[in-house]
Structures are given as C-alpha cells and as structure tokens.
C-alpha cells in the first residue's frame, strides 16, 4: 500500500456557480509500484485513494466525479480531484438549458 497525501494548498481550487460548488484537490501518492501507465494506474487505485462519487470532505453534496493525472517522479504521483454538486433539475424536470421541440405532420 503506498502513501497518499491529501489537501496541499497549491493546486487546489473552488468555484461556485448556479450550478452550486466545484472543488479541486491535490492527492500525491508515494510508493506506487510499477512503471509508466501501471504505476499511475496502480497509484490511482490504491486503497487510500478515494473512489469516484465519494464525498468531498467540505461539503459532502459535493462528489468526486474526475481522478486525472497531473505528474509522475520516480518517487511520487500526482493527480487531481475534481469533486462537483450536481445541478438540481428543474421543475419541468428537463434541465434548464435543455431546447424541446414538438411537431405534427396532418396529411389530408
């Protein structure tokens, strides 16, 4: 099992908008075995890393929804969390920026 560093400052990011908060954190995995694609896929596996659709810490309406990866060293991986609120639907229950459309032929 290799080392996963949480929450270092430089990287990370928080953005509100309409559709509510999207973080990005910072995770750095140390001691992953492999080289190349199979330490960055064997590092964004690893048991400490969190898994998508977890909670964000902060804000628990705020899930995980991308892993991507940021570097490699020899000793250390790097990637980045992006967590994000899910836009609530309208009470059409279509999204807001959704276009509907509807049409009828009447042939005589």
């Known amino acids: 099992m290799a ?3 949480n929450d270092l400052l430089d990287g990370h990011g928080v953005s509100k908008s309409i559709d509510g908060y999207v973080f990005d954190r910072i995770a750095i995995v ?3 075995t492999g080289e190349g694609h199979s330490k960055v896929y064997n590092a964004m596996n690893d048991t400490e890393m969190p898994d998508i659709g977890d909670p964000h810490p902060a804000l628990a309406s705020a899930l995980l929804r991308t892993i991507d990866f940021v570097e490699m060293t020899h000793k ?3 990637f980045r969390l ?3 609120q899910k836009a609530p639907a309208s009470s059409s229950g279509f999204d807001d920026d959704s276009i509907q459309s509807g049409a ?3 042939q005589a």
């Open 30 to 32: 140390e001691g992953a």
């Open 3 to 5: 080392t996963v560093i």
């Open 76 to 78: 250390a991986v790097k």
């Open 82 to 84: 992006h967590y994000a």
């Open 104 to 106: 009828s032929v009447i």
